[in-house]
């Protein structure tokens, strides 16, 4: 399994910035898929970037492309995950986590949407975005 440590978050006005950062540790694999879902409440847990730190090409929810950039950055064994999140708007109002699917290379949030249950999650992050 992989360890995830999350930081980051927190409230911001809409139209404001956030940035959310994912520690990811203790994986056999070399490369895997890594990234974030959010679930709001009453709604089901969502993929909304992901990429695979192999070669670090992200895919992104309809919902979000445009405003939120994911970055993988390789530290000796450890991967630095992050989400930076630009013009936020209430919608994006959720708990944020940080996700790895290891044994998997095709990452995109569609695919990663179906492998929910293979997935290593970090703690999550309440991101709140007020009007």
């Known amino acids: 399994h992989v360890q995830l440590v999350e930081s980051g978050g927190g409230s911001v006005q809409a139209g404001g910035s956030l940035r959310l950062s994912c520690t990811a540790s203790?994986?056999?694999?070399?490369?895997?898929?890594l990234g974030w879902f959010r679930q709001a409440p009453g709604k089901e847990r969502e993929a909304v970037a992901v990429?695979?730190?192999?070669?670090?090409?992200?895919?992104?929810a309809d919902s979000v492309k445009g405003r939120l950039t994911l970055t993988n950055i390789k530290v000796d064994l450890k991967n630095e995950l992050y989400l930076q999140m630009d013009s936020l708007n209430p919608n994006d109002t959720a708990m944020y986590y940080c996700?790895?699917?290891?044994?998997?290379?095709?990452?995109?949030?569609?695919?990663?949407?179906?492998?929910?249950?293979?997935?290593?999650w970090g703690q999550g992050t309440q991101v709140t975005v007020s009007s």
């Open positions: 996700a790895a699917r290891t044994g998997w290379a095709i990452c995109t949030t569609q695919t990663m949407s179906r492998q929910i249950k293979y997935i290593d």
């Open positions: 990429l695979y730190s192999g070669d670090g090409r992200p895919s992104y």
């Open positions: 203790g994986s056999e694999y070399s490369n895997y898929c």
